[in-house]
């Protein structure tokens, strides 16, 4: 039987006569991400087509769904109408893009365990879209889009599949442009909030603490205010939309 990882890509070729009858799973060897598959003759397809089946993108969640749908129309018109403004202006060239950065609508991914419920209903309260992983797959899955750039997890997270270290070795892998489209936040027990020289020896963009999880939609705006204010020129010569 062969299975392909859906962390890495990489097919991996199991011996038939040691395979299970049944669902069962299996630790990729090169990214230790935990696979499932399944040996049922009356499953519909190959066990790859099974397995992509089966590893569906993160959901949705319904809350705050309308608003954001609204949010983001208004938002892009206001850009449209400011993009015409400048074009239309004489001795300016542009208009300053980020003067209503805060207010831009962003979707984000939660990869958490036991706070899942109450971070995603504040989360969608404060004007996110949220969406919900329940393994390293679907968070992979989600992420290929390329339209949700902020994940949010925690160590608890599908303890089972190694869910937590799955999303730091993804991290760790991406290249340089890559990872600056990414904003990883942490969320645990143990740690400072906003400590900014451990979020960077450990490749994370953002550490908060449980006891600080009240606040964090206000925390994660002002640290993405500031990732973006660096990055400012750096985007501005790439063409590319702050986060």
């Given at each position: 039987?062969?299975?392909?990882?859906?962390?890495?890509?990489?097919?991996?070729?199991?011996?038939?006569?040691?395979?299970?009858?049944?669902?069962?799973?299996?630790?990729?060897?090169?990214?230790?991400n935990?696979?499932?598959?399944s040996?049922?003759?009356?499953?519909?397809?190959?066990?790859?087509?099974?397995?992509?089946?089966?590893?569906?993108?993160?959901?949705?969640?319904?809350?705050?769904?309308?608003?954001?749908?609204?949010?983001?129309?208004?938002?892009?018109?206001?850009?449209?109408?400011?993009?015409?403004?400048?074009?239309?202006?004489?001795?300016?060239?542009?208009?300053?893009?980020?003067?209503?950065?805060?207010?831009?609508?962003r979707?984000?991914?939660?990869?958490?365990?036991?706070?899942?419920?109450?971070?995603?209903?504040?989360?969608?309260?404060?004007?996110?879209?949220?969406?919900?992983?329940?393994?390293?797959?679907?968070?992979?899955?989600?992420?290929?889009?390329?339209?949700?750039?902020?994940v949010?997890?925690?160590?608890?997270?599908?303890a089972?599949?190694?869910?937590?270290?799955?999303?730091?070795?993804?991290?760790?892998?991406m290249?340089?442009?890559?990872?600056?489209?990414?904003?990883?936040?942490?969320?645990?027990?143990?740690?400072?909030?906003?400590?900014?020289?451990?979020?960077?020896?450990?490749?994370?963009?953002?550490?908060?603490?449980?006891?600080?999880?009240?606040?964090?939609?206000?925390?994660?705006?002002?640290?993405?205010?500031?990732?973006?204010s660096?990055?400012?020129?750096?985007?501005?010569?790439?063409?590319?939309?702050?986060?």
């Amino acid at each position: 039987m062969i299975i392909r990882c859906d962390n890495c890509s990489v097919s991996l070729q199991l011996d038939e006569s040691k395979i299970p009858n049944g669902s069962f799973t299996v630790r990729c060897p090169r990214c230790q991400n935990m696979l499932r598959a399944s040996r049922d003759p009356k499953a519909g397809g190959s066990a790859t087509v099974q397995q992509l089946a089966a590893n569906k993108p993160a959901p949705a969640t319904n809350q705050g769904a309308k608003e954001f749908a609204e949010k983001t129309s208004e938002f892009e018109i206001n850009s449209a109408l400011k993009s015409l403004l400048s074009a239309l202006q004489t001795g300016k060239a542009s208009l300053d893009a980020d003067d209503d950065i805060d207010k831009k609508p962003r979707r984000v991914l939660l990869c958490l365990g036991e706070k899942r419920d109450a971070v995603a209903a504040m989360m969608a309260e404060a004007g996110y879209r949220v969406y919900i992983a329940e393994t390293p797959a679907q968070a992979n899955e989600r992420l290929r889009e390329g339209k949700t750039e902020i994940v949010i997890f925690s160590p608890d997270f599908a303890a089972e599949y190694g869910g937590a270290a799955i999303l730091q070795q993804k991290a760790n892998a991406m290249y340089s442009q890559e990872r600056r489209r990414l904003f990883l936040v942490s969320l645990e027990d143990s740690g400072t909030t906003m400590n900014a020289h451990d979020a960077f020896l450990r490749n994370l963009n953002l550490i908060v603490n449980t006891e600080d999880l009240k606040q964090l939609p206000l925390i994660l705006n002002r640290a993405l205010h500031d990732f973006n204010s660096l990055y400012h020129y750096m985007n501005q010569g790439l063409g590319l939309q702050p986060l």
